[in-house]
């Protein structure tokens, strides 16, 4: 008879001492659970250091750990600060020129990077080179002409923003035929294809950044970049004021509007 009551009750004492424990335990998971959740949202989300590595040109990069062309990049970058440039008139240009300029681009295959180009060539100064070059994309007569656009006494369509484009992507589009490298197409519309392919035949080297040519040339392509990081990211290159320029939508309008 006892065995028969001492079976049942050492059950029930079972229940009780795991009820308790569970009793115990089930708080404290859920004391941890909030102050998880708690934690969690007292943390905050670190910018990406900026780092020279980051940078690029129609997504070309720079060599990883070339000190000369670290340096040289650092340069050429902190003369296009606002401290240095103390103007925003890129910025206003930029905002004007690039609905025009990214559609005719994209249409011809030719990286986005590129709308810098005339922003290096005559954003920063106005006017006719030394040597004849005139317009947003900076064309020679002669080479204006070969690719569509009415130069003479009349009428110079080099200052037609659309037209010039139209005719850039197309010359552009040929020295990628040629270079089958985006900085060297760069580096090819300032200095000349002819140029280009005899130094890269004397210097037997391909790579832009590794190459030595002259003072403006060497440079052209590190100004394309800084130009692309101050619109890209202009509070952290002093630019207070400015909203960064990454894209435009192309529209109807776009494609239509035609900058004298």
Same mark, same amino acid.
């Given at each position: 008879?006892?065995?028969?009551?001492?079976?049942?009750?050492?059950?029930?004492?079972?229940?009780?001492?795991?009820?308790?424990? %569970?009793?115990?335990?089930?708080?404290?998971?859920? $004391?941890?659970?909030?102050?998880?959740?708690?934690?969690?949202?007292?943390?905050?989300?670190?910018?990406?250091? %900026?780092? *020279?590595?980051?940078?690029?040109?129609?997504? $070309? #990069?720079?060599?990883?750990?070339? #000190?000369?062309?670290?340096?040289?990049?650092?340069?050429?970058?902190?003369?296009?600060?606002?401290?240095?440039?103390?103007?925003?008139?890129?910025?206003?240009?930029?905002?004007?020129?690039?609905?025009?300029?990214?559609? *005719?681009?994209?249409?011809?295959? &030719?990286?986005?990077?590129?709308?810098?180009?005339?922003?290096?060539?005559?954003?920063?100064?106005?006017?006719?080179?030394?040597?004849?070059?005139?317009? %947003?994309?900076?064309?020679?007569?002669?080479?204006?002409?070969?690719?569509?656009?009415?130069?003479?006494?009349?009428?110079?369509?080099?200052?037609?923003?659309?037209?010039?484009? *139209?005719?850039?992507?197309?010359? *552009?589009?040929?020295?990628?035929?040629? %270079?089958?490298?985006?900085?060297?197409?760069?580096?090819? +519309? !300032?200095?000349?294809?002819?140029?280009?392919?005899?130094? &890269?035949?004397?210097?037997?080297?391909? !790579?832009?950044?590794?190459?030595?040519?002259?003072?403006?040339?060497?440079?052209?392509? +590190?100004?394309? &970049?800084?130009?692309? $990081?101050?619109?890209?990211?202009?509070?952290? !290159?002093?630019?207070?004021?400015?909203?960064?320029? &990454?894209?435009?939508?192309?529209?109807?309008?776009?494609?239509?509007? #035609?900058?004298?």
């Amino acid at each position: 008879m006892l065995k028969k009551h001492l079976i049942p009750c050492t059950v029930i004492l079972g229940l009780l001492v795991m009820a308790k424990v %569970f009793a115990y335990k089930l708080p404290t998971k859920v $004391e941890n659970l909030k102050k998880d959740n708690y934690t969690n949202s007292e943390k905050k989300t670190e910018e990406p250091v %900026f780092s *020279i590595a980051q940078l690029e040109f129609a997504e $070309e #990069t720079l060599p990883i750990g070339d #000190t000369k062309v670290t340096h040289k990049m650092k340069r050429t970058l902190a003369s296009f600060s606002y401290e240095n440039l103390q103007t925003t008139r890129l910025h206003k240009k930029a905002a004007e020129w690039f609905p025009v300029i990214e559609p *005719i681009l994209a249409a011809y295959g &030719i990286p986005n990077d590129f709308k810098y180009v005339p922003l290096v060539e005559s954003g920063l100064r106005a006017g006719v080179s030394p040597k004849g070059a005139a317009g %947003f994309w900076q064309f020679m007569p002669g080479t204006a002409r070969m690719y569509g656009l009415k130069v003479n006494s009349k009428v110079d369509e080099r200052y037609n923003l659309k037209k010039s484009t *139209i005719a850039a992507a197309k010359y *552009i589009k040929e020295l990628y035929d040629v %270079f089958d490298s985006w900085t060297l197409v760069a580096a090819a +519309y !300032n200095v000349g294809d002819n140029h280009m392919r005899r130094q &890269i035949n004397r210097q037997k080297q391909d !790579n832009y950044f590794k190459m030595k040519l002259n003072r403006e040339t060497g440079a052209y392509v +590190y100004k394309l &970049i800084s130009m692309k $990081e101050i619109l890209e990211n202009p509070n952290r !290159n002093g630019y207070k004021n400015q909203k960064a320029l &990454i894209a435009f939508k192309q529209t109807e309008e776009t494609n239509a509007t #035609t900058v004298e």
